[in-house]
Nanobody, 126 residues
Framework: QVQLVEFGGRFLQAGASLTLSCVASGRTFSRYTMGWFRQAPGKEREFVAAISGDGDLGTEYADSVKGRFIISRDNNKTTVYLQANSLEPEDTAVYYC??????????????????WGQGTQVTVSS
């Protein structure tokens, strides 16, 4: 069982940057693929980024954030980060952290992740 808690969402102006954090419980954090997803009002939850576990640290990004967002993890702190730069109003959404032991980090389907945080709101104003 893994519990996830996200931090860092807030209101920002377009062009700003922020870093979201997701702290995980559990002693086997390093073995889990960690993902970030987001959901805007009236839209389906969509993939943002993922990072593999087990030392490989492969990363995958949605086309909409590639070159602007960076995912990273600190296994000693059982935390995964999402650094979001050059934010746009279209980035406004609730951002969710997700974890799964078996999913491939290149798999962008949210239904393949077993564990989810409660979400943190990011609002970008123009």
């Amino acid at each position: 069982q893994v519990q996830l808690v996200e931090f860092g969402g807030r209101f920002l102006q377009a062009g700003a940057s922020l870093t979201l954090s997701c702290v995980a419980s559990g002693r086997t954090f390093s073995r889990y693929t960690m993902g970030w997803f987001r959901q805007a009002p009236g839209k389906e939850r969509e993939f943002v980024a993922a990072i593999s576990g087990d030392g490989d640290l492969g990363t995958e990004y949605a086309d909409s954030v590639k070159g602007r967002f960076i995912i990273s993890r600190d296994n000693n702190k059982t935390t995964v980060y999402l650094q979001a730069n050059s934010l746009e109003p279209e980035d406004t959404a609730v951002y969710y952290c997700a974890a799964d032991r078996l999913v491939d980090y290149r798999d962008q389907n949210p239904q393949h992740y077993d564990y989810w945080g409660q979400g943190t709101q990011v609002t970008v104003s123009s």
